[in-house]
Nanobody, 128 residues
Framework: QAQLVESGGELVQAGGPLRLSCTASGFPASGFTFSSFSMAWFRQAPGKEREFIVAIRWDGGSTHYIDSVKGRFTISRDNAENMVYLQMNSLRPEDTATYYC????????????????WGQGTQVTVSS
């Protein structure tokens, strides 16, 4: 069974960097290898709905960011290691949220409903 596990979340000061990792296991899932899936990071702040923030295509050849993280966050993947990363720089208090890794067979998928597999999330807290 496919599983995604996020790690790297912690308390960080505003302006600082942080790197999140997503480890994928249990692939192939439904006949699809990890490298068949586009991967994304979503986040959910307290009292708010979960939101899409960035995605990377199955081959790593294309990415899509929301405006609020563009230029500060970078998504990458290593298909040989079944890993996805989110490098976050210049963090702001409003980036405080639980961050989720998700896998989709669609591209570009920005809706939760398009994602077949989800991790449990990792907490990022940015202090001012």
């Amino acid at each position: 069974q496919a599983q995604l596990v996020e790690s790297g979340g912690e308390l960080v000061q505003a302006g600082g960097p942080l790197r999140l990792s997503c480890t994928a296991s249990g692939f192939p899932a439904s006949g699809f290898t990890f490298s068949s899936f586009s991967m994304a990071w979503f986040r959910q702040a307290p009292g708010k709905e979960r939101e899409f923030i960035v995605a990377i295509r199955w081959d790593g050849g294309s990415t899509h960011y929301i405006d609020s993280v563009k230029g500060r966050f970078t998504i990458s993947r290593d298909n040989a290691e079944n890993m996805v990363y989110l490098q976050m720089n210049s963090l702001r208090p409003e980036d405080t949220a639980t961050y989720y890794c998700a896998a989709s067979l669609s591209w570009i998928a920005m809706s939760e409903q398009q994602y077949e597999h989800w991790g449990q999330g990792t907490q990022v807290t940015v202090s001012s």
